[in-house]
């Protein structure tokens, strides 16, 4: 599963399940490790914010270039599930 498929999986769950959503905001690394078995490195820090029509979140992605001196490193940043 593609991380875009996966990341529309998760926001479906939290448009249906008002608990998954709270949980979500309140601990994104268990709530993802419990409904659907996505284990997030310690090392990657998460942050789940919810939209309002009052309040809307603008997120500025890496550089390609950042994202090049990364991969140049031989590291990956890797979220696995099963």
Not at 25 to 37: E, N, T, V
Not at 54 to 81: C, N, R
């Amino acid at each position: 599963m593609s991380t875009d498929a996966l990341r529309v999986k998760i926001i479906q769950k939290a448009w249906e399940d008002a608990d998954f959503k709270a949980r979500l905001l309140a601990d994104p690394r268990s709530a993802l490790k419990q409904d659907f078995g996505i284990e997030v490195p310690e090392d990657i820090e998460l942050s789940v914010l919810a939209e309002t029509p009052a309040h809307y979140a603008l997120v500025i992605p890496p550089q390609p270039e950042e994202m090049d001196q990364l991969k140049s490193t031989g590291a990956e940043v890797k979220f696995s599930w099963n």
